[in-house]
């Protein structure tokens, strides 16, 4: 099965720096890569998502970019505020598959 | 316009006791339904999830069960709560299968369970 995993696990940067955070996965068969944000005691919000048939997306400051070969996807964060800390998930699963594998998390931490 | 509902937000429970957590889902119909749980500083593992009524699918052996009986209402329950069924349970859903787009999955905001 599909096995998701996560760099790094926690991550602080100054206010205004960017934040890279990094997935990989195993089944060549995933084609859909969301990003997902939690905020402390909230569910899981979507932010951002990429499907294999683009090799990078951009919303204002986030973007994700995909390297299907390698099997890696990264969430970029630019300018980073306060309120980008939170806990975000990497995630893969196949189009049309209800079966989502999400990575363990990154706590993301913007110190003012 | 899709919104799903959760409930209890947070629930304390002695061990031994059953549990009982519910979920909604408006604006959709046929909808595809999961529940998650999160246990402290961890990531999200997948319990159950459905793609009908009264079709159920387990990912996990647990002490657990989950129950679909309407299209868009989701319960997650226990008869006797653990010690280690503590955590954040998270009820989410997607659109049905076949569809362009699928596999959106939007969570509800979450219940916090608390086995004393």
């Known amino acids: 099965g599909e096995n998701v995993e996560q760099h790094p696990s926690t991550l602080s940067v100054q206010e205004g720096d960017s934040a890279v955070i990094k997935c990989t996965y195993s089944?060549?068969?995933?084609?859909?890569f969301p990003w997902y944000k939690q905020e402390l005691g909230k569910g899981p919000q979507l932010i951002i998502d990429?499907?294999?048939?683009?090799g990078e997306k951009k919303d204002q400051r986030i973007a994700v970019t995909l390297n299907k070969t390698a099997k890696h996807f990264s969430l970029h964060i630019t300018e980073t505020q306060p309120e980008d800390s939170a806990v975000y998930f990497c995630?893969?699963?196949?189009?049309?598959?209800?079966?989502?594998?999400f990575g363990p998390g990154t706590r993301l931490s913007v110190l003012p | 316009s899709q919104t799903i509902h959760q409930w209890p937000a947070t629930l304390v429970q002695p061990v031994g006791s059953p549990l009982s957590l519910e979920c909604t889902v408006e604006?959709?119909?046929?909808?595809?339904l999961y529940w998650y749980r999160q246990a402290a500083g961890r990531g999200l593992q997948l319990l159950f999830y459905s793609v009908g009524i009264g079709q159920i699918s387990s990912e996990v052996p647990q002490n657990l069960s989950a129950s679909r009986p309407q299209d868009r209402q989701f319960i997650l329950s226990s008869k006797k709560l653990l010690l280690s069924d503590s955590g954040f349970y998270l009820c989410a859903w997607s659109v049905a299968l076949g569809v362009s787009g699928a596999n959106v999955l939007t969570f509800g905001a979450g219940s916090r369970l608390t086995v004393l």
């Open positions: 089944d060549s068969a995933s084609n859909y």
């Open positions: 995630a893969a699963s196949e189009d049309y598959g209800q079966n989502f594998v």
């Open positions: 990429i499907r294999s048939n683009v």
């Open positions: 604006g959709t119909s046929n909808p595809n």
